[in-house]
C-alpha cells in the first residue's frame, strides 16, 4: 500500500455514482494512477456486491446495521456483501458514501460534494437522470466547472437514448454478438455475447480517457467543465476489426458462420490443455510438415497450398490430432517457438496466475481486504516512468467514510449526519 503523492493525477478529485460495472471501470482506472475517487452508493449497496464471486460462493444480505445506514462491520469472509470478489476489484483505493439520491437532502448532500470535486462519473441512465440530480445540463449550470461524464448504452441523443438497456443490450446492438462465436460452422446458432461485462469495462475505458483528455484540456485553457457522454454501442461498434470495411469497400457482411479461408488455423487438444494451431504462412507449413516428422498425409493434394488446407481443415485436424495430443502444451509451444511455428496456448484462469512472465512484471498485485484476507489482484497492465501507481487501500465497506467525507471535508455536524442517517438519506 503507498500513497498518490507521487502521482500526477492525485490532485483530481472525482464522484462517482451509479451501479454495476462501467462507471466503477473507469472511475477505478482513474483512482489506480492516484485520483481522489470517492464512491457513491444507495442504501442498500451497488449491485456489484451482490454478484459475487463470494469466498464461500454464496450470498447473504448486508448485515441489519445496514438497514439503519450505518456503516457495514467488517466481514466474516463467509460470502456476505462485503466480500464479493467483483466488487473489491472494481473498488479498490476508492472511499465510499451512502446517499439516497432519490431524496431532495441526498440530492444537496451530492451537490455539497461536487462544489469541492473536479469530476462526475456516473451510469445512470438518461431516463432515470432528473429523478436522481444527475440530469448533465442542469449540473452543468449549478458545476459550472464541473467536468459530467455519462455513460449509457445507446448515448444522449438519438431516437434510442431513453431506452434501459444492459450488457447483452450493448453487445447485440453493437453488433458483436453477430460475429460471435467467430468462424461457427453451425448458422442454426444464435449469437453468443462474449464472457462476462466486457461492453461494460469498455464504456468504463472510454469514459476514463475522455475524463482525463477533458480534464487536460480545462488546465490547459483555463475554462474547466464540460459535458461528456459515452455510448458503451459506439464504443464496441468502433472496435470490431475490419467488419465495417467488407461492408463498406466491398459490400459483404460479415458475420460469425464460415470457415477461415487459410490454413491450418484451429484449435487442438493437447495431453493437459489446448493450443491454437496456427500454420498458414507457406514456410511455417513447411517447417510444421518437418517438425511432425513429415508424415506421408503431408503430401497429398488436399493439402497443397494454404486454401486447400483450410478447404480440408477437418480431414487436417483429424490427422494432426494424434501427434498433437501426445504434446503438453508448454512443451509444444515452445518447440513449435524453436521452430518458428507461431503456436500459442489457450490460457486458462489458472494458467494466467501461474505465468511466469506476468509474474516477472508484477501484473498481479496483493490486496488485504478486510473481513476477507489476501487476495490477488489484477493490476495496471501499463507502466509509467515517474510515477509508480499502487493499491493503496481496499474496497470500501457500505458507507465507510460517510463521517471522513461529510463530516470532515464538507463541514455536517455528527448531529446533522446522524439525522440524516436516520432519516435513511445516507
Known amino acids: 500500500m503507498e500513497n498518490s503523492a507521487q502521482s500526477p493525477f492525485n490532485a483530481i478529485s472525482i464522484v462517482e455514482c451509479g451501479q454495476g460495472v462501467s462507471a466503477a471501470f473507469g472511475a477505478k482506472l482513474l483512482a489506480d494512477l492516484g485520483a481522489n475517487v470517492i464512491k457513491v452508493e444507495p442504501p442498500q449497496g451497488d449491485l456489484t456486491r451482490r454478484r459475487g464471486p463470494f469466498s464461500a460462493g ?10 439503519t445506514r450505518q456503516p457495514l462491520p467488517q466481514g466474516s469472509g463467509r460470502g456476505d456483501a462485503e466480500a464479493g470478489g467483483l466488487f473489491i476489484y472494481l473498488n479498490a483505493n476508492k472511499r465510499g458514501v451512502v446517499i439516497d439520491l432519490q431524496r431532495t437532502e441526498g440530492q444537496q448532500l451530492l451537490a455539497d460534494l461536487l462544489n469541492h470535486s473536479d469530476v462526475l462519473l456516473h451510469n445512470v441512465a438518461p431516463s432515470e437522470r432528473a429523478a436522481s440530480g444527475l440530469d448533465s445540463a442542469m449540473l452543468r449550470s449549478r458545476h459550472p466547472r464541473l467536468i459530467v461524464a455519462a455513460i ?3 448515448g444522449e441523443s438519438g431516437r434510442n437514448s431513453d431506452y434501459k438497456g444492459y450488457e447483452l443490450t450493448a453487445s447485440n446492438a453493437s453488433g458483436w454478438s453477430f460475429l ?5 460452422p453451425y448458422p442454426d446458432l444464435p449469437p453468443l455475447k462474449c464472457f462476462g461485462s466486457q461492453c461494460d469495462f469498455q464504456g468504463g475505458v472510454h469514459s476514463a480517457i475522455t475524463v482525463l483528455a477533458a480534464y487536460f484540456q480545462g488546465l490547459k485553457s ?3 467543465g464540460q459535458s461528456i ?3 458503451e454501442r459506439e464504443a464496441v461498434a468502433a472496435m470490431l476489426e475490419m467488419n465495417f470495411m467488407h461492408y463498406t469497400y466491398a459490400g459483404r457482411e460479415t458475420s460469425r458462420l464460415g470457415n477461415r479461408a487459410l490454413g491450418p488455423w484451429f484449435i487442438a487438444d493437447c495431453a493437459d490443455g489446448q493450443i491454437f494451431v496456427l500454420a498458414v504462412e507457406e514456410d511455417q507449413w513447411k ?3 518437418e517438425f511432425m516428422g513429415n508424415p506421408e498425409w503431408a503430401s497429398e493434394e488436399l493439402f497443397k497450398d494454404r486454401l486447400s488446407r483450410a478447404q480440408n481443415m477437418d480431414a487436417l485436424k483429424a490427422l494432426m490430432t494424434e501427434w498433437l495430443a501426445g504434446w503438453k502444451v508448454q512443451d509444444l509451444y515452445r518447440a513449435a517457438q524453436e521452430h518458428r511455428i507461431p503456436f500459442a496456448p489457450i490460457n486458462t484462469m489458472r494458467s494466467l496466475y501461474e505465468s511466469e512472465h506476468l509474474r516477472q512484471r508484477n501484473f498481479f498485485v496483493e490486496l488485504d481486504q478486510p473481513g476477507v484476507g489476501k487476495l490477488q489482484l489484477p493490476g495496471m497492465p501499463s507502466r509509467y516512468g ?5 493499491i493503496r487501500r481496499p474496497a470500501p465497506r457500505l458507507g465507510e467514510h460517510n463521517e471522513e467525507v461529510f463530516c470532515g471535508e464538507l463541514g ?3 448531529e446533522r449526519l446522524s439525522a440524516l442517517q436516520n432519516a435513511g438519506v445516507v
Request: hydrophobic content about 35%; some cysteine.
Open 412 to 414: 455536517l455536524t455528527t
Open 152 to 154: 449509457s448504452i445507446f
Open 386 to 390: 515517474n510515477c509508480q501507481w499502487a
Open 180 to 184: 460471435s462465436p467467430g468462424a461457427s
Open 58 to 67: 454464496r450470498f447473504e444480505p448486508p448485515s441489519p446495521a445496514a438497514q
Open 287 to 289: 517447417r510444421l510438415v
Open 229 to 231: 457522454e459515452v455510448s
Open 222 to 224: 483555463g475554462h474547466a
